[in-house]
């Protein structure tokens, strides 16, 4: 797919210096670009790869002055790394821009769906799905029974969504994701085996939410474990049964959630953060990465360490940490010395 340097201004709302028939077909970093690709130029550290780039179009700021000359048609505007973004935005919004059902795929009975829906090969989507419109699902993906999908949601290659969960509108799930899976509920029998506890809960995913890839949000024993609207979750993420993540909160990699614990609002929780079941933690919370939570946290609290106590105790204690073998020799030194 190509574009030219006046089709991107227009799209920018920017000004041509240059060719405004010069045409782009891929994108690129400054200083890797090579003829055809697209690049921008927002941060003045790397002012020098501007004359030396390869790449046929540049996006600038306006108040940005030129040194020399430039091989590169320029295209002008008011924010480059803000322009350069809308136009990532635009361009993956064609790129997704499918839509038809693919064969071989299966949809059950009682299925509706809503205009522009694209269902990839080898699809699978259980009895009485709702779909609303405009709705990307990738090839191999499979939609269990019952399952409510709102509008212009995308799942990509590979996802599962287990019968009875209901997913709001804008909603982005990643390749090797699985929704609604049962929650890891085992009761200790007196011959020491376990008997499995059947999970008949659901998954409420609501609005503007992404969780990425290889991540696993488990229905509830009984109720729903939900998402809340705008939360962002990363790859490769375990949300136990029964939990719940709050509005814009963020979770990053490898992150583990067990069951019924309550996150609240506006949360930064960095990867590899362990999560203790039947805890709650507060609005605006902030959890280094690597933590070990296995108590509830107030609101704004900052932690950090295993188990996590305050992040500013935390770094003053860390100094301490590494200064131990100096420590101890000097107490050892006293010690000889009878001090």
Known sequence: MKFTAGQIAGILDGEVFGNPDAEVYKLAKIEEGTEGSLTFLANTKYSNYLYSTNATIVIVNKSYELENEVKATLIKVDDAYSSFSKLLEYYNQIKLMKSGIEQPSVISDGVTYGDDLYLGSFCYIGKNVRIGNNVKIYPNSFIGDNVTIGDNCVFFAGVRV????????????????????????????????????PQIGNVVIEDHVEIGSCSTVDRATLGTTYIRRGAKLDNQ?????????????????????????KIGKNCLIGGQVGIAGHITIGDRVKIQAQSGIGKSLKDGEVVQGSPAFNYGDFAKSFVHFRNLPKI????????KNNI
Not at 329 to 334: Q, R, T, Y
């Open 162 to 197: 287990y019968s009875e969960s209901e997913i709001g509108n804008y909603v982005t799930i990643h390749s090797g994701t699985i929704i609604g899976s049962d929650g890891f509920g085992f009761a200790p029998q007196e011959d020491g085996s376990y008997a499995k506890i």
């Open 237 to 261: 993420i375990q949300v136990a049964h029964n939990v719940e993540i709050g509005e814009n909160t963020v979770i990053a990699a490898q992150t583990g959630i067990a069951g019924s614990t």
């Open 328 to 335: 101890v020799n000097e107490i050892e030194e006293l010690k």
